[in-house]
């Protein structure tokens, strides 16, 4: 058993990644780490996306790390500004040195003799590969690829005479100027495109095979910004962001408990902005909500591009792209001069590598969640998810700490790995995410299942996580740890 080239790799460096780092260094700073990005840049899914408006569904209280405060007066802030954002953290904590971009992870391989992640990755820009071995893996990439976007196969589309574009790779500086412009989706991506592209676009038309739920909300935080005049940052930035965990918490509740009730009200919200537009046929889900994520809108910017009659919305199904736009099922057809197909991610776990034990491949349907952290049997692994129902930060911040705290109590034990043992697979198992949504759905197979009964169950409280992560005893009777000592007998076992 040899020493690793470092303790910890990181893969990724998004808001996770870096969060990741930072506490890291604050938590175990005797600990080495490597981050290792197939980008060239920091910054995740805010750098990868510069598609027109691209910002934040979520608030940066929440969104932002629990360590530093988000300071801009935009509390629904735009894409640039979280970038910055992301990257003034890597370089206040001197995280970006240790950075290694261009550089994707291919494999990793754990090896029990070794009690290490043998690595493989590849620069992308020469294609060159090695191997690096790390005690703990840490994959902080997100649930989805960077290189594929979701997109249906749409009848008849090689006979549109326009541009078809992704949201997920824009053109770089693609003039839409006096354009005829179709959205295919009705997600955040699409609800974002919609107002943004009214400033120069001859019309933009949203069309959705169905509704989603919509909610207004101020891009600004004026208790936030009134509390920074008057308080520390760090104090103001606490008390907002405990304010607003508290109310999202108690709203997704009472939506569960209720959903008739909070149905009622979200709809009822649209039709105040909308008051002489069919809100029944295209503001009105089929599903309670929760079911599938809210979309936000700040400052009501989606109703105001419909309202001024530079937007519209289409609800119905495409029969076939013709070549000037798009024939609906009812008969209607859309001119378009652009169609962007802001239809979904392509999701993917363990951030697309090839992951296997002791030479064997690993099949992540076949692996159970341990507290929305690690997952059984695999040692030395942890693996960053967010809520669905919240801001992917709130739940990031405390699996980073958990993996500190269980890094640290690896040293107390002189243990050389840690693992969450399942001696045998329930029957009753749920999918990972209870999430009705279809890129979700397409590939739930490919991702760990959970049970119904702790510590195999993923929790969407950030109540439930920073009680079971951050307070509770690490060692339930679930966690196993190997000593060294032990890693030896497995290698003279293994001779």
Known sequence: MTQPDTDVLIIGAGLSGIGAAVHLGKRCPDKSYRIIEQRSAIGGTWDLFRYPGIRSDSDMHTLGFNFKPWTDA???????????????????????????????????NWSTPDQAWHVTSENKKTGERETTT?????????????????RPDFPGEEQFKGKLIHPQFWPEDYDYSGKKVVIIGSGATAMTLVPAMTDKAAHVTMLQRSPTYVVSRPARDKAANFLRKILPDSWAYGIIRW????????????TRAHPEKARERLLGMVKEELPDYDVETHFTPTYNPWDQRLCLVPDSDLFDAIKSGKASVETDHIETFTENGIKLKSGKELEADVVVTATGLQLQFLNGVDVSLDGVKVDPGKLLNYKGVMLSNMPNLAVTFGYTNASWTLKADLTSEYVCRLINLMDEKGATSVMPRLDAFPNETEPFVDFSSGYFQRVMDQFPRQHTEAPWKLHQSYFTDRKNLRNEPIEDGVMAFTTAGEAGAVLQAAE
């Open 134 to 150: 790390t005690r703990f893996l840490f994959m902080c990439g997100g649930y989805y690829s960077y290189d594929t976007g979701y």
């Open 243 to 254: 304010r607003n965990v508290l109310f999202q918490q108690y709203f997704f509740r009472q």
């Open 74 to 108: 935009k509390a629904i802030a735009d894409g640039p500004s979280i970038r910055k954002y992301v990257n003034d953290t890597a370089d206040e904590y001197g995280v970006r040195d240790h950075i290694s971009f261009d550089t994707k992870i291919v494999a990793a």
